[in-house]
């Protein structure tokens, strides 16, 4: 939980508070199952009272394990994600049924941190730019150590296309 008392921002129409965070992957309840996290998650940001919300903006970033798509082994990366949210004061009508609000003076803004960084997530992410991959043959991973295994093999189903452009 990361609580945000804003009581002064709410006492002026266009009051701003600036924020810098460092917590763990537990304060925000981000498991190992959804963001294998590394070390702390930083954020830094802006909550701005908008007349009938506040405004949540800023960037949230945590070094993360992944594994490479092709190659399929384990690395670090930095994961960096945009956040913009709005907070409604509670019992406001007319909101989304996803809508964040708030009680009172105080706001917490772990579920949009959280939310924003396993969103931003890719789903297939590559180890370096050049990443050789697998050998679809013997399996070897590529980046270690270069094969001699021949990977012109053709599927049977196109043979007979291959006798037509011997022709």
Not at 119 to 135: H, I
Request: with cysteine; glycine share 6%.
């Amino acid at each position: 939980m990361i609580k945000i008392n804003v009581a002064e921002i709410q006492k002026s129409l266009v009051g701003s508070k600036k924020l810098v965070y460092e917590v763990t992957p537990e304060e925000l309840e981000i498991s190992p199952e959804d963001l294998e996290v590394v070390g702390p998650v930083r954020f830094t940001g802006t909550i701005t009272n908008a007349g009938d919300v506040l405004l949540l903006q800023g960037k949230v970033t945590a070094t993360v394990k992944r594994v490479c798509g092709r190659c399929l082994e384990e690395f670090t990366a930095v994961s960096t994600a945009d956040v913009l949210e709005k907070y409604y004061p509670a019992g406001t009508v007319a909101t989304e049924a996803d809508a964040l609000v708030y009680d009172g003076d105080l706001v917490d803004v772990a579920a949009a941190l959280r939310e924003s960084l396993v969103l931003a997530e890719p789903l297939k992410v590559l180890c370096k730019e050049d990443c050789k991959g697998l050998c679809p043959v013997c399996g070897a991973n590529r980046n270690l150590h270069p094969c001699t295994c021949d990977t012109t093999r053709l599927d049977p189903r196109f043979s007979a296309l291959k006798e037509l452009l011997k022709k």
